[in-house]
């Protein structure tokens, strides 16, 4: 079975992860994944050279990240031209990894966390999606903490997903992440306990 997880930038993706890890579930994360595939000598690198120009790398020839999501969290074009050049590696490496996992164990939960998964209109390859939600204030609060970010900086990484509330809507199980991890960790016991039901059935 494999079921998705989303939501927006720092709602808590990551953070609810580990604890489906931890129930057992094979996690597939597209964030490790957008890393892995600009690594140094692979193809996507030089791409991302041809399009943003050689100052787009640190002196040690690896992608110089920060720049690069300024830029990118800027101008919606340069944004799309990065999508383009990234986005179906990722989307090869998520289903390579999960079919390997699924071979070798067939009736086990896979888990892809895709932060873009309802703006890439990737609903369709899973069979649930859960969203990780938080208000608007705890989400530019938590990015602004986490990436040392501005609160402008982070409004326009918050402006470049898709409204968190409209994912909401979209989803099949939801977990509220603004309190305490432990009433986080609550919710994603429950839907747990309901994805194995589901999975039994199907
Ligand atoms: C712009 C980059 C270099 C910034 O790197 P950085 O290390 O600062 O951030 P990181 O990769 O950890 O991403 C943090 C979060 O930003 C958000 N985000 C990243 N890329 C995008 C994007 N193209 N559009 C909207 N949100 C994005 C996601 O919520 C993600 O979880 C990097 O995010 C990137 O390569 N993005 C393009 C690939 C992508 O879309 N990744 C997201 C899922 S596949
Ligand atoms: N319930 C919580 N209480 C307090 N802080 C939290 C809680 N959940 C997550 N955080 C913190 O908020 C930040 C964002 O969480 P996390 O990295 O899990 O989000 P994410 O959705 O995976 O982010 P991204 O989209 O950028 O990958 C982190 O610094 C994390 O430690």
Request: proline share 3%; charged share 30%; glycine share 6%.
């Amino acid at each position: 079975m494999i079921v998705g997880l989303t939501g927006g930038i720092a709602s808590g993706k990551s953070t609810v992860s580990h604890m489906f890890r931890k129930l057992g579930a094979h996690i597939v994360d597209a964030d490790v994944m957008a890393r892995r595939v600009v690594e140094k000598g692979r193809p996507a690198l030089q791409e991302i050279v041809h399009a943003f120009g050689p100052g787009i790398l640190l002196e040690d020839g690896t992608l110089n990240r920060t720049k690069l999501g300024e830029i990118v969290f800027r101008e919606e074009q340069s944004r799309k031209r990065l999508n383009e050049i990234v986005h179906p590696r990722v989307r090869e490496e998520v289903q390579a990894d999960t079919t390997t996992f699924l071979q070798s164990h067939p009736d086990g939960i896979v888990i892809h966390d895709i932060p873009l998964l309802f703006e890439s209109k990737l609903e369709h390859t899973v069979q649930a999606v859960i969203v990780v939600y938080v208000s608007e204030e705890v989400q530019r609060k938590r990015l602004m903490e986490r990436n040392n970010l501005t609160a402008e900086e982070a409004n326009r990484r918050i402006a470049a997903q898709m409204p968190l509330r409209e994912k909401v809507q979209r989803a099949d199980y939801k977990i509220d992440n603004e309190g305490t991890l432990e009433q986080t960790e609550r919710q994603a016991n429950q839907i747990w306990n309901l994805l194995q039901k589901q999975g039994r059935r199907s």
